[in-house]
T-cell receptor, first 112, second 110 residues
Framework: DTGVSQDPRHKITKRGQNVTFRCDPI?????LYWYRQTLGQGPEFLTY????????KSRLLSDRFSAERPKGSFSTLEIQRTEQGDSAMYLC??????????FGQGTRLTVV | TQLLEQSPQFLSIQEGENLTVYCNSS?????LQWYRQEPGEGPVLLVT?????EVKKLKRLTFQFGDARKDSSLHITAAQPGDTGLYLC??????????FGTGTKLQVIP
């Protein structure tokens, strides 16, 4: 148990629909990260939060993507007008010093 | 952008064989981590190396950080089917951003 819970585990959606994923760290952690991973590849950085502040966004994060961490605890990642290319595993992680990532089990998104 | 290239990309070996996975970059990292990931799950941390030249052992796994802190290797002795998975290296280049490697998919055949 890494102390990070993600919901849902799987999501199948039709192209053009909006989807929202949630990440819940069990205990409070300053740094929370979102990654995207396609099959057999390493996770790609999307964005990260220091408490409730979103400090960096990857160029992978188009205008259709938005992430929030309203109270510095849980976080949500929303994708609007989904496209087939959005199909991937979306991973949430907390980071502990020095740079050790503890991941949730991920949300597998399939856009049909 | 800091890139971490892993080799080989795929590895299929018989149970009992030894193997080495490499993680290379042109960038210097203040620390480097190795993870193992099983299908449908998130990556799980195996080890962190911090000092150039550092060697860490975890049962049959040996991790080494290059002297210049730009590369690392993972050596598995007498591989077992339970070692099957995707192995990922990750580097902390500073600025609170962790970059992951391209991944090595290992299959150990009984």
């Amino acid at each position: 148990d890494t102390g990070v819970s993600q919901d849902p585990r799987h999501k199948i959606t039709k192209r053009g629909q909006n989807v929202t994923f949630r990440c819940d760290p069990i205990s409070e952690h300053n740094r929370l990260y979102w990654y995207r991973q396609t099959l057999g590849q390493g996770p790609e950085f999307l964005t990260y939060f220091q408490n409730e502040a979103q400090l960096e966004k990857s160029r992978l994060l188009s205008d259709r993507f938005s992430a929030e961490r309203p109270k510095g605890s849980f976080s949500t990642l929303e994708i609007q007008r989904t496209e087939q290319g959005d199909s991937a595993m979306y991973l949430c992680a907390i980071l502990r010093t020095p740079a050790e990532a503890f991941f949730g089990q991920g949300t597998r998104l399939t856009v049909v | 952008t800091q890139l971490l290239e892993q080799s080989p990309q795929f590895l299929s070996i018989q149970e009992g064989e030894n193997l080495t996975v490499y993680c290379n970059s042109s960038s210097v990292f203040s620390s480097l981590q190795w993870y193992r990931q099983e299908p449908g799950e998130g990556p799980v941390l195996l080890v962190t190396v911090v000092t150039g030249g550092e060697v860490k052992k975890l049962k049959r796994l040996t991790f080494q950080f290059g002297d210049a802190r730009k590369d690392s290797s993972l050596h598995i002795t007498a591989a077992q089917p339970g070692d099957t998975g995707l192995y990922l290296c990750a580097g902390d280049g500073g600025y609170q951003k962790v970059t992951f490697g391209t991944g090595t998919k290992l299959q150990v055949i009984p």
